[in-house]
């Protein structure tokens, strides 16, 4: 700061402004400095301007420091609170590699700053608040178990036979791969909680006007609403019109574009997320390379403005059916792009405002027309099932517990013809189920409860889901053979589902204690339905010929759910060395690979799945090149202890003066912890790994 220069004409030389007088300073009125000035003037009183009693005026200072100059000062407190905590946080650092296998090197890694798509390089550091470091995470949460992930394979190949013969680029491939796998660990475990629920695409978080965002083309959307209005509904757009009446639908997008009223958040993202599905299913059916670019950018468009309105989203907003409607469609959306942590928390806001408003009780909804209890009910069991599905997916507590609902759970009269509400009702009561496989068998409470007691539950879940695969098959039945669009659609949705309730068998069979000879880790019920479930999805992926079924069934099917059979098969691969179950993994990672460029969601399950292929097949591999009266020596030790991290190995029972079945129960929490870390992978940033460039 520097004194203020000199005003003009208060220099040398020039009069001095005259002070108001001493009478009007006295009496507290405004005085014009004339002399005399006109109230003493008024009140023929003499006028003098002495300043007596007046502090002399300081000099002013000009303050050089801008608004920008303040937000610069912030960033870089901000950088070095965060670098403070980084070095606080640093585990020790061992030097040597051939020390003991539990001692690791943390090294810098790259990490996402929250709502910035910016990604940093090795020898940057990160940004973030010290006191949401240190995100609770469930066992199904997965992230606790892969502290060895870095290193393990790096120390098991120095020195062995696969380095020795040749095989060191293929080695080299698998733990670039891996240690990246092992860094994401690692930003997930340090960043700030926002970190799982950041938004790629958005950059600026400052607040946004919605009626300064882009929107498409008024006559394209106008085009697009005709078709939907007079044919057949886009496939990606058909279950969630199961809740969202289209006439409805084409008036919001009436008042958004025309701005009859103010536009709320809630009807923004009605708007903004149905023209994205409608976008994004045309460009996938469109033949000219010109127009499907069109579609794919007005797609882009749309979900970059949903990203700012979610950024900006009031978390006090009122509980109301337009804004549970509106949620829902984010949530949904959020799972599409891969995002289950941010499609959870926008699904429990949506859960609370049911709770709020009465949804879950039948006496609520007493004085309703049956359209308008229709429409509540929807809205419920639409919440309800997000909430359960992601519940298992994420391994946390469930917010609408069934012991609070009061409404049957049987789906209303949905806006699509038969069999629409049934299908509606079976996916209600397997989502019920999925909620009790995660509070009956994987929940902190369940794994603390004696074997006996999971095997009870085992029984009655299992049967629950027979009876629930027996009814969908019925109606698959009715429809697999339709030549309708609409029954075709069914069809393949009902298979898709075949494939979710083995899925949710396999796992509830899982909690089982092995008693047949195939396997020390799993029972043979779990063998065969993830077995069953592998073929039975190579049967569903040949029949979708429609690239948006494709879509829809990986991303609800595999991508919604924990995919429980591929962690399987994997299991028993390195359990057994098993040739059929290896190629039942490369046959899953090939029927991904057609849908590769469909969606970036299954091209990063793709990547992830194609790891996991290729580091069974180099553990078979290593396996095979041991002496028969050997164990597997250095390689095998290493892989095992990692594995074991993860829960992906068997109990050894031949150590003595242990309980099997303690050790059991805390296998099995390791093990579906380390499952769904696995699918958490998805979440991040997978551009790291590689596996198509594995060496041969």
């Known amino acids: 700061m520097e004194p203020e220069a000199p005003e ?8 001095s402004p005259r002070r108001a007088c001493d009478q009007c300073r006295l009496r507290k009125i405004r005085c014009d400095k004339e002399s005399p000035c006109s109230n003493c003037r008024s009140a023929k009183r003499s006028c003098s301007s002495t300043g007596a009693g007046q502090k002399p005026k300081e000099p002013r200072q000009r303050v050089l420091i801008s608004s920008q100059y303040e937000r610069k000062i912030d960033s870089i407190e901000e950088r070095l609170g965060g670098i403070e905590t980084l070095l606080r946080n640093l585990s020790p650092i061992s030097g040597s590699a051939s020390s003991n296998a539990e001692t690791f090197i943390r090294q810098p890694f790259d990490k996402t700053t929250p709502l910035s798509g910016t990604t940093r390089d090795d020898t940057s550091s990160t940004v973030f608040d010290p006191e949401d470091a240190g995100d609770f995470e469930g066992n199904s949460s997965l992230a606790a178990h892969t502290v060895f992930a870095s290193e393990f394979l790096e120390h098991a190949v120095q020195g062995t036979p696969l380095q020795q013969q040749g095989s060191s680029p293929k080695i080299d491939a698998a733990l670039s791969s891996l240690r990246r796998i092992a860094r994401l660990h690692e930003t997930r475990r340090t960043v700030s909680s926002f970190h799982e629920f950041r938004l790629p695409n958005l950059k600026q978080p400052s607040k946004v006007n919605l009626r300064d965002l882009p929107l498409p083309p008024m006559a394209l959307v106008a085009e697009k609403l005709r078709e939907m209005k007079h044919g057949p509904a886009p496939m990606m757009l058909a279950v969630l019109y199961c809740f969202i009446d289209i006439e409805r639908f084409t008036d919001q997008c009436r008042r958004v574009y025309f701005n009859t009223e103010d536009i709320t958040d809630a009807r923004f993202i009605l708007v903004i997320s149905g023209l994205a599905y409608m976008f994004l299913e045309a460009g996938l059916g469109a033949k000219d390379p010109q127009e499907k670019a069109r579609y794919d950018t007005y797609y882009a468009m749309c979900q970059k403005n949903l990203e700012t309105v979610l950024s900006q989203l009031n978390l006090l907003m009122p509980a109301t059916l337009e804004n549970i409607e509106a949620l829902l469609m984010a949530a949904s959306f959020s799972i599409d792009i891969s995002r289950p942590s941010l499609a959870w928390l926008l699904n429990s806001h949506a ?20 359209q308008k209890k229709a429409e509540k009910s929807l809205l419920f069991w639409c919440a309800y099932m997000l909430d359960k599905g992601l519940s298992l997916r994420l391994g946390r507590a469930s917010i609408l517990q069934d012991y609070d609902i009061s409404l049957p759970h049987i789906a209303p009269e949905a806006h699509v013809a038969y069999p629409g509400t049934e299908v509606m009702t ?8 999925q909620g009790r496989i995660y509070e009956r068998l994987y929940s902190p409470g369940a794994l603390r409860q004696s074997g006996s007691y999971r095997v009870e539950q085992v029984g009655v879940l299992a049967a629950e889901q027979k009876h629930l695969m027996a009814q969908s098959m019925k109606l698959f039945a009715e429809f697999k053979d339709s030549a309708e669009p609409e029954g075709r659609m069914f069809a393949l949705m009902l298979k898709s589902d075949e494939v979710s309730y083995l899925s949710s068998l396999a796992l509830t069979y899982r909690a089982m204690p092995p008693a047949g000879t195939r396997s020390r880790t799993f029972s043979d019920e779990c063998i065969d339905a993830a077995r069953a479930a592998m073929s039975c999805h190579q049967e569903a992926m040949e029949m979708m010929e429609d690239q948006s079924l494709k879509i829809m069934y990986i991303h609800w099917t595999i991508l919604y759910a924990p995919f429980i059979p591929f962690i399987v098969i994997f299991c028993l691969v390195i359990e057994t060395s098993s040739a059929d ?7 899953f990672v090939q029927s991904l690979e ?4 469909l969606s970036h969601s299954i091209g990063k399950l793709h990547q992830l799945c194609q790891v996991l292929y290729n580091v069974a097949q180099l553990y078979i591999e290593a396996k095979a090149q041991q002496p028969v009266d050997r164990d597997m020596g250095p ?55 590689d596996p198509s460039g594995w060496p041969s």
């Open 8 to 15: 003009a004409g208060s220099g040398p030389g020039s009069p």
């Open 351 to 370: 859960s609370h405002m049911c709770r709020t408003l009465g949804l879950h009780q039948i006496d609520s909804m007493k004085d309703d027309s049956p």
């Open 426 to 433: 079976l996916w209600i009561k397997h989502a019920q189920v």
């Open 581 to 587: 179950d290896l190629q039942r993994l490369a046959d």
């Open 594 to 597: 057609a849908a590769v460029d």
């Open 635 to 689: 390689v095998g030790n290493e892989f095992n202890m990692y594995l074991s991290q993860l829960g992906f190995m068997p109990v050894d029972e031949s150590m003595g003066n242990f309980d099997v079945s303690m050790a059991q129960t805390t296998q099995l929490g390791d093990w579906f912890s380390g499952n769904n870390y696995v699918m958490g992978l998805l979440e991040e940033d997978l551009s790291g790994i």
